[in-house]
T-cell receptor, first 113, second 116 residues
Framework: GDSVTQTEGLVTLTEGLPVMLNCTYQ???????LFWYVHYLNESPRLLLKSSTDNKRTEHQGFHATLHKSSSSFHLQKSSAQLSDSALYYCALSGGSGNKLIFGTGTLLSVKP | GPKVLQIPSHQIIDMGQMVTLNCDPVSNHLYFYWYKQILGQQMEFLVNFYNGKVMEKSKLFKDQFSVERPDGSYFTLKIQPTALEDSAVYFC??????????????FGEGSRLIVV
């Protein structure tokens, strides 16, 4: 079945350094949608960005990601981390297996001064 | 942005009792979902619901679980009877159309259920 892998459980960064959170996926569906959700403490998880277009960069709120079907990846990046970026980040997949999102285990990003 | 409201935000219940978790989805959305998150683990799909019917459910959606949305009111998840392993945060979500066409899921803040 469909699956999403996020290899880092915790990423700790100093403010101003670049962010890269890894996401790879598995699906037999040739046109999946990939999503990044951000979950701040005591709030709802909310969409950060999404894509289904191969090799096209998608950007929102300073973050960007590019879907690479050749490597089944959708890594999240930001050029300069801010303290306010500290949150839990989930990568998610909507493949061919019906109308639902399959989530990765999440990466907790902690940005320090 | 669009809001999904969940009631209660947290509840402690004795094992074997019934619990109902309520969700007020985004008003014009057509698809509704429940996800379960055990502490420290990922959000896992339980069930989705469209046009008054369960479309798909996972193996986590035990026989003791049921969902309904009577007459366009709250979308509810009922667990009867509850078990210790049902302790988790339950997230409700809704979307205008299905995720298969890239529609965004909008989540509530979750209902934390503790079964003792």
């Amino acid at each position: 079945g469909d699956s999403v892998t996020q290899t880092e459980g915790l990423v700790t960064l100093t403010e101003g350094l670049p962010v890269m959170l890894n996401c790879t996926y598995q699906t037999i569906y040739s046109n999946p949608f990939l999503f990044w959700y951000v979950h701040y403490l005591n709030e709802s998880p909310r969409l950060l960005l999404k894509s289904s277009t191969d090799n096209k960069r998608t950007e929102h709120q300073g973050f960007h990601a590019t879907l690479h079907k050749s490597s089944s990846s959708f890594h999240l990046q930001k050029s300069s981390a801010q303290l306010s970026d500290s949150a839990l980040y989930y990568c998610a997949l909507s493949g061919g297996s019906g109308n639902k999102l399959i989530f990765g285990t999440g990466t907790l990003l902690s940005v320090k001064p | 942005g669009p809001k999904v409201l969940q009631i209660p935000s947290h509840q402690i219940i004795d094992m074997g009792q019934m619990v109902t978790l309520n969700c007020d989805p985004v008003s014009n959305h057509l698809y509704f979902y429940w996800y379960k998150q055990i502490l420290g683990q990922q959000m896992e799909f339980l069930v989705n619901f469209y046009n008054g019917k369960v479309m798909e459910k996972s193996k986590l959606f035990k026989d003791q679980f049921s969902v309904e949305r009577p007459d366009g009111s709250y979308f509810t998840l009922k667990i009867q009877p509850t078990a210790l392993e049902d302790s988790a945060v339950y997230f409700c979500a809704s979307s205008l159309l299905g995720t298969g066409v890239g529609n965004t899921l909008y989540f509530g803040e979750g209902s934390r259920l503790i079964v003792v």
